[in-house]
């Protein structure tokens, strides 16, 4: 009876380990499965490698390859479709050459404007900052495509933009063009063409007042789509959202359309003047200057000109009370530019 009793309990203990074994191979095996079940932002656009990125907490990445960063750069589905998220507070830690924070790309390849290259993007923006004085340009705004110069002024030759104002269904999706300034750069400025909406001179009469809701503007979370094809100088911009008209311009980057004083819009005379004395822009505007895109959220609330809401820089408080904005990208490409009339 005893070696029964022994060889009983012996077989139990064995059973016992083999099965805890099991158990433990299968835990380490979910979980490697669930590891590999990340969605990665690479995944949903491929194109991550060609870029590198500044978030808007500070952090720096170079390799984009299964990179993702909680709360700044991650991928959502919204039921049926993978989305990469871009989320950056109104206040936080960015560029060497701007006050606004970003979750943004940044082309790894530059180019001049005779080399040129194209980007494309689809996406939704899904918050911009409801806090803000109505009366500043760059309240409740966020950049989600741009052409950087990086070389002399650095400035931007296309910023496109999404803004809407708080209580408003409807906000406005525009472009500004900002001039390779002649001479020194302190009376630059940027020339507003609205898509959809209003572009970036119509803004509230006073801090707490708006204007008129856009009749022909686009919602936030309603998807639309862009394409800049810079070729042999020329940028070619398209614009599409289904239920909105399909919109195209050109402009060249490389002959200015501002050389003289008597070239400077009205628009421009009356949004810069009483601030600064606005300048002509050297007539080979970006001709021969190297420049890169960009593509993500760029927050255009930053507190100096907004009055946006920061609780002193937290960005968690920002994130709970609305400061912030908030851009997803279903597709991207970037590449070299293409022959508009082939296309």
């Known amino acids: 009876m005893n070696i029964k009793l022994i060889l009983s309990i012996s077989f139990a203990v064995v059973l016992t380990l083999s099965l805890n074994s099991c158990e433990n191979k299968i ?44 709360d700044f750069f991650y991928v959502a589905n919204d039921g049926t ?3 990469v998220v871009y989320k950056t507070p109104n206040s936080g830690i960015t560029s060497r050459t701007s006050s606004n924070t970003r979750s943004e790309l940044g082309e790894k390849k530059h180019w001049i404007p005779e080399e040129g290259g194209k980007l494309t993007g689809t996406l939704k923006v899904m918050h911009v900052s409801t806090t803000g004085h109505a009366d500043k340009p760059s309240s409740f705004a966020v950049v989600v495509g741009q052409i950087h110069s990086d070389e002399g002024h650095e400035n931007e030759p296309l910023k496109i933009y999404y803004k809407k104002f708080p209580g408003h ?7 500004n063009y900002e001039i390779n300034t002649k001479g020194e750069n302190s009376g630059r400025w940027d020339y507003s063409t609205a898509v959809w909406g209003y572009d970036f001179s119509v803004v509230g009469a006073s801090p707490t007042e708006a204007p008129q809701e856009p009749k022909d503007g686009i919602a936030l979370g309603e998807e639309f789509s862009y394409e800049v094809n810079v070729y042999e100088g020329i940028m070619y911009l398209t614009f599409e959202s ?42 080979i505007a970006y001709a021969g200057e190297i420049n890169f895109f960009k593509q993500g959220a760029y927050n255009q609330a930053n507190a100096k000109s907004t009055k946006s809401e920061i609780y002193g820089g937290d960005i968690s408080k920002q994130y709970a009370n609305g400061s912030y904005a908030e851009v997803w990208f279903k597709n991207a490409t970037v590449g070299a530019s293409v022959d508009p009339k082939k296309e």
């Open 27 to 70: 835990k380490k095996q979910d979980k490697q499965e669930e590891a590999k079940k990340v969605t990665y932002p690479n995944d949903v656009i491929p194109f991550m490698a060609k870029w590198k990125i500044l978030l808007g907490d500070g952090t720096r990445s170079e390799d984009l390859t299964n990179f993702q960063k909680q």
């Open 81 to 83: 479709t993978d989305w």
């Open 169 to 175: 269904t409807k906000g406005s999706v525009f472009w």
């Open 242 to 283: 289904k239920g909105h008209e399909t919109v195209t311009f050109t402009k060249s980057l490389i002959k200015s359309d501002f050389p003289t004083k008597a070239d400077i819009p009205q628009q421009v005379i009356d949004n810069y003047a009483s601030r600064r004395t606005v300048s002509e822009e050297r007539e």
